[in-house]
């Protein structure tokens, strides 16, 4: 393949919002599907979110488990994947988590329409990438990733980046842990936002598992026409 293995994972409640219209970050599930998350975490090679989940959450993205951290060390990886975030206009701030907490290679997906004096700033603290003209270039860069040696790609959101990659292709599984609780609201982001897919563009799932967690589910899809991460 010329990109990684991709799969998404998230988080959503009964209605399929990821968080409330205030994009405020609600605890869908519970401490067994942390541990799931964590060690998924741990499999992969990279890490991507896109930078509204940054500026709303400011996940750190990082393996929690002292024991999955030493795992990976064991056999030469860093305690964590490389973090990716997808920042088009470069708005990542300075002080995100992403830059505090962890070892590990921390990567900045930029477009050529990102203000130069902000990815100079960026350059003291990532590995830049840039490409694209006004948004970063999702197939060129998961093309680029891969030439990096990142075979395992796992995306964590949010919305708008969820719907960048699907509709571009570029995803073979999606894990979605439907959680006990209505959020509602408008203008709440759902699992993918974007333009949406017309009646002869929708883009058709393989069931391949359900589990129930707690008080939740966890349903496994393949993408139709896509390989298996073996996850």
Same mark, same amino acid.
């Given at each position: 393949?010329?990109?990684?293995?991709?799969?998404?994972?998230?988080?959503?409640?009964?209605?399929?919002?990821?968080?409330?219209?205030?994009?405020?970050?609600?605890?869908?599930?519970?401490?067994?599907?942390?541990?799931?998350?964590?060690?998924?975490?741990?499999?992969?090679?990279?890490?991507?979110?896109?930078?509204?989940?940054?500026?709303?959450?400011?996940?750190?993205?990082?393996?929690?488990?002292?024991?999955?951290?030493?795992?990976?060390?064991?056999?030469? +990886?860093? /305690?964590?994947?490389?973090? &990716?975030? @997808?920042? !088009? $206009? %470069?708005?990542?701030?300075?002080?995100?988590?992403?830059? #505090? +907490?962890? /070892?590990?290679?921390?990567? &900045?997906? @930029?477009? !050529? $329409? %990102?203000?130069?004096?902000?990815?100079?700033?960026?350059? #003291? +603290?990532?590995?830049?990438?840039?490409?694209?003209?006004?948004?970063?270039?999702?197939?060129?860069?998961?093309?680029?990733?891969?030439?990096?040696?990142?075979?395992?790609?796992?995306?964590?959101?949010?919305?708008?980046?969820?719907?960048?990659?699907?509709?571009?292709?570029?995803?073979?599984?999606?894990?979605?842990?439907?959680?006990?609780?209505?959020?509602?609201?408008?203008?709440?982001?759902?699992?993918?936002?974007?333009?949406?897919?017309?009646?002869?563009?929708?883009?058709?799932?393989?069931?391949?598992?359900?589990?129930?967690?707690?008080?939740?589910?966890?349903?496994?899809?393949?993408?139709?026409?896509?390989?298996?991460?073996?996850?």
């Amino acid at each position: 393949m010329d990109r990684p293995l991709i799969f998404i994972n998230s988080a959503i409640s009964a209605d399929g919002k990821l968080s409330t219209n205030e994009r405020k970050q609600v605890r869908i599930s519970g401490k067994l599907d942390f541990e799931r998350v964590d060690e998924l975490r741990a499999q992969a090679d990279a890490i991507m979110v896109g930078i509204g989940t940054v500026l709303s959450d400011d996940p750190s993205l990082t393996v929690k488990s002292p024991e999955r951290k030493a795992a990976r060390k064991a056999v030469g +990886k860093s /305690e964590n994947p490389a973090r &990716i975030i @997808v920042d !088009s $206009a %470069a708005r990542t701030p300075l002080d995100a988590d992403i830059f #505090k +907490k962890g /070892e590990g290679v921390r990567i &900045i997906a @930029v477009s !050529s $329409a %990102a203000p130069a004096e902000n990815v100079e700033e960026l350059e #003291k +603290k990532a590995l830049v990438i840039r490409t694209g003209t006004d948004k970063v270039d999702l197939p060129e860069l998961t093309g680029k990733l891969k030439e990096m040696g990142i075979n395992i790609l796992m995306v964590e959101g949010g919305a708008t980046l969820n719907w960048g990659m699907l509709s571009a292709g570029l995803v073979d599984e999606i894990y979605t842990f439907i959680g006990n609780l209505i959020i509602g609201g408008a203008t709440a982001p759902t699992f993918t936002d974007g333009e949406g897919f017309s009646e002869a563009e929708l883009l058709r799932l393989e069931l391949l598992s359900a589990e129930k967690i707690e008080d939740g589910i966890l349903l496994k899809w393949k993408v139709k026409g896509k390989r298996n991460t073996g996850l």
